[in-house]
């Protein structure tokens, strides 16, 4: 199934009437406050995000898992997941995949069939926190941290190998995420598990190309629930400084306990120059893994007020990081999709001049205010503006309807295919 340039053009031709004039009507409210409604368009529009290779599929929980149909059964498919999505929208150009759950067997031909589809690698993700088929040693009490050596040499060399697939594929950074910590009080000698990490982060760093960056993820606990080795953005920042310059912190929005300020911590971040990427999503209690802005859109809106003063000066890795349990997982990353450009932009009409006159004030109502008035601006013309611009549908989850892709793939591909992640 590919979405043909025509099939766009009959759908932007219905809509595009109605969208000019919401346009200029937008383009005039924002004029009065001397915002350049095309200027705002581009930005977004340039605005890509990566999806991850291992939420193309039903994920589960513990509970059980619904297969959706249809689902990519291997990395070719998953490829031509992300070309639809990338076709529909214009907001997805890059993948970020995670080995060995999507290991190509044909570097030169995946990097080929990508480029075709105008879809470039972004971080390349490691796993260390399941056992796979053959391997020698278990990580079932850690990889890095392990109190056994040659369990941390086999999960250095596994990050070894996934860097190596990365460089062929043109990836430029690596994620790893740790699993590691323990359950019960007494399990784990913290000291030593943080020691042997920063070790074994320093190995991997020691290997990785000059033109790459290292990522790390923090996580406060899941798997393990009484500690986590790297369990907050203090320790992952402490362990990429041990590692040198080309090390960062990276936030996943769900990796955080209730209520913890993040837009915070994105600002520490920034200001020390130590904030790599973001795993976007959404969560009410934890890592829930929801579909980004669906439960709190003005956290995440918050979170790009922050990142529209330090977006220029630091070159950050934009990716989503969700699982589908209910939805269809293409609809659901498109409603992700939308949600994080529909932050940006709203982040993007901030008075910034005022809004620090009023901190400088002291003036808490002024500020909020001006904060509320560009989260409450119905940014959505806009986004409409930059998809149109970029050659995408007007209505990217309509225009998927209207085609019926799911039920295409379903046909193509049959109901019994499960796609690999969690
Ligand atoms: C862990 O919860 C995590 O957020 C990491 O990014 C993993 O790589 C990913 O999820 C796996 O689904
Ligand atoms: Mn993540």
Request: proline share 4%; with cysteine; hydrophobic share 40%.
């Amino acid at each position: 199934m590919t979405i043909q340039t025509s099939h766009i053009e009959a759908h932007n031709d219905k809509r595009i009437g109605e969208h000019r004039a919401q346009y200029a009507f937008l383009e005039q409210q924002l004029d009065k406050k001397g915002l350049r409604a095309d200027d705002i368009a581009e930005r977004v529009a340039a605005f890509q995000v990566a999806v991850p290779s291992w939420a193309l599929g039903a994920g589960g929980t513990r509970f059980g898992r619904f297969p959706i149909g249809g689902e990519p059964g291997n990395l070719t498919q998953k490829l031509d997941d992300v070309g639809l999505l990338h076709a529909l929208t214009r907001s997805a150009g890059a993948i970020s995949l995670h080995i060995p759950w999507d290991m190509p067997t044909d570097p030169t031909a995946t990097r080929e069939q990508a480029d075709a589809l105008g879809i470039r690698f972004d971080a390349v993700n490691s796993n260390t926190f399941q056992d796979q088929p053959g391997q020698r040693l278990s990580y079932k009490f850690g990889s890095l941290c392990n109190v056994t050596p040659a369990v941390r040499q086999q999960a250095i060399e596994h990050n070894l190998e996934v860097i190596e697939i990365g460089r062929q594929l043109g990836s430029k950074a690596i994620t790893v995420w740790l699993a590691d910590g323990s359950s019960f009080p007494g399990q784990l000698d913290f000291r030593r598990a943080l020691l042997h990490t920063q070790e074994a982060l320093q190995e991997i760093y020691r290997h990785l190309p000059d033109d790459w960056r290292m990522f790390i993820e923090y996580k406060p606990y899941e798997p393990n629930f009484y500690s986590m080795v790297v369990q907050d953005w203090g320790t992952s920042h402490f362990l990429a400084q041990c590692c040198g310059e080309k090390a960062f912190c990276l936030v996943d929005l769900g990796h955080h306990l209730p209520n913890t300020n993040i837009e915070q911590i994105v600002a520490t971040l920034l200001m020390l120059r130590r904030l790599g990427g973001f795993h976007f999503n959404d969560s009410k209690y934890g890592d829930d893994d929801l579909t980004t802005g669906s439960i709190r859109p003005y956290q995440l809106f918050l979170i790009f007020n922050e990142l529209v003063d330090g977006m220029e000066a630091n070159e950050l890795a934009w990716m989503i990081d969700a699982s589908h349990n209910l939805k269809d997982p293409l609809e659901d990353l498109m409603q992700s999709l939308e949600a994080i450009r529909l932050a940006l932009a709203q982040a993007l009409l901030v008075d910034r001049d005022a809004l620090r006159e009023a901190q400088a004030d002291n003036d808490v109502a002024r500020a909020q205010t001006l904060l509320q008035d560009a989260f409450r601006t119905d940014v959505r013309p806009l986004l409409r503006e930059a998809r149109r611009r970029s050659g995408a549908a007007l209505e990217p989850l309509e225009l998927y309807r209207e085609l019926n892709v799911r039920g295409r793939l379903i046909a193509e591909r049959g109901t019994k295919t499960v796609a690999t992640g969690l």
